[in-house]
């Protein structure tokens, strides 16, 4: 578990007290517009209460974040909410929470799937002509976390040729000293205005100087790793999962530090305070699809996790009507290679406490596991394990994401290749079927 020692807010599901902090009530609700066995609309009050760390609190992590005030969570600095398995759940911060004047949630909760943002919506602050305040029938409304809600798909706010200025809040290491190399998760702080969604990616410039071009350094992308929100969840913020670029002597098998990656070394060694040169957001092929009822698939190895780390955080984690409206089912399948390598495992092991019947979380542990020929397990093997699963949800309109290093997908594209073959079907085909309806997505490197 992971004690966070600089002072933020952290809202809690119940009276829990981590480390030497203490907890306050606080008037934050949630709501829900799911239904009983009776088929009737059900309210979920959810009384949160404020988790204020102690002035005497030691750290126990490799957390670094800077010295701030407990003013409001959007000063609270960097960190992570790290979610130990059914110990506590995160909660909108109420001021930034109360719709931001729109008074679209009635039109949301009653519309449901259906529900389609209105083209008039200007900003956060200025309501809705569409927006209505009458109550959505046997469903009880109260603020929630939303404006940020009607983004669409951001265009970028900022050009690699001309980036602008992030600041790093906080980084803590992802992997014990079990696991290869080194994964840290970056928390930065982005200009006023700077908004992007789950599944878009950030590029980053390096400092310094190419000596081999007397240039800038060329940007590098990385997958965003937060919802919208933001770890903060004040929409201020950018999460980032990285791994060190590490070259490995061949004959002597010792890292020669001198040939880390420039731009991944630079983040996984920054220190609060310091500036990043960023620019985006990019990326419309890995959003979530529109339909709340849909069920997506996620194969993910390594870092490949940064985009379905914000699925899940906005599916089931944060309080927001996309988590209250979506009725799919979620599976994800994360190939590591071993245990000491597996990211986020806590955040989604009290997701999957939490919402067992909407969130399925498969493990390939490469080194640790065998598949049925007695070899190592691979996400592919997975796929190929649950063959009839797989091709069921596809062919009922289910989204596959795959992200992560590009040598997983020859291995992936085979077993699918299997699995449909077996089933009479012509992968060619299908595949086919599958871009076309925009159930395919790819985000390798």
């Not at 046997?138 to 001309?162: C, H, R, S, Y």
């Not at 069920?295 to 984690?317: E, N, Q, S």
Request: aromatic share 6%.
């Amino acid at each position: 578990m992971m004690i966070l020692s600089f002072s933020s807010f952290l809202l809690v599901a119940s009276l829990v007290v981590v480390g030497h902090g203490f907890v306050t009530p606080s008037a934050v609700v949630a709501y829900s517009t799911k239904t009983n066995n009776n088929n009737k609309p059900t309210r979920i009050v959810l009384q949160a209460r404020q988790y204020i760390p102690s002035p005497s609190t030691s750290s126990t992590s490799s957390l670094q974040a800077a010295t701030v005030s407990m003013d409001r969570v959007k000063q609270a600095g960097g960190g992570i909410p790290v979610v130990p398995a059914g110990d506590r759940l995160l909660f909108d911060p109420g001021q930034e929470g109360m719709l931001g004047g729109t008074e679209i949630l009635n039109d949301r909760l009653t519309e449901g799937p259906r529900y389609l943002p209105s083209t008039t919506s200007t900003s956060s602050t200025t309501s809705t002509t569409t927006g209505t305040t009458a109550t959505a029938t046997g469903v009880n409304t109260i603020p929630a976390q939303a404006w940020l809600e009607d983004l669409g798909i951001p265009t970028p706010f900022a050009k690699a040729t001309k980036p602008v200025t992030a600041t790093v809040l906080g980084r803590a290491k992802l992997i014990d000293d079990s696991a290869p190399g080194d994964i840290q998760h970056v928390v930065l702080k982005l200009p006023n205005g700077f908004h992007y969604i789950e599944g878009q990616s950030l590029s980053v410039i390096p400092p310094g100087i190419n000596p081999e071009t007397n240039k800038s350094h060329k940007p590098r992308l990385y997958s965003i790793a937060s919802t919208r929100y933001g770890d903060l969840l004040d929409g201020t913020t950018v999460s980032l999962c990285v791994r060190r670029a590490q070259y490995v002597d061949p004959v002597t098998g010792i890292i020669d530090p001198t040939k880390n990656g420039i731009c991944s070394d630079f983040l996984c060694s920054a220190t609060p305070g310091t500036t990043v040169q960023v620019a985006g957001p990019v990326g419309k092929t890995m959003v979530l699809p529109n339909d709340p009822t849909t069920d997506i698939i996620m194969v993910a190895t390594g870092t490949g996790i940064a985009p379905f780390r914000a699925f899940l955080h906005r599916l089931f984690m944060e309080e927001t009507i996309a988590k209250h409206q979506y009725q799919g089912k979620a599976w994800l399948i994360l190939g590591v290679p071993v245990t000491g390598g597996l990211l986020y495992p806590q955040e989604f092991a009290a997701m999957v406490q939490n919402y067992p019947n909407n969130l399925e979380l498969s493990y390939a542990i490469s080194r640790e596991m065998k598949n049925d020929q007695g070899g190592k397990l691979y996400v592919q093997d997975v796929l190929t394990d649950r063959a009839n699963d797989l091709m069921d949800r596809l062919e009922n309109g289910a989204h596959i994401y795959f992200c992560g290093l590009k040598g997983m997908m020859p291995g992936i594209l085979t077993a699918l290749e299997q699995v449909a073959n077996n089933k009479g079907l012509d992968w060619s085909t299908k595949l086919k079927q599958y871009k076309e309806n925009h159930q395919w997505h790819v985000e390798v490197y």
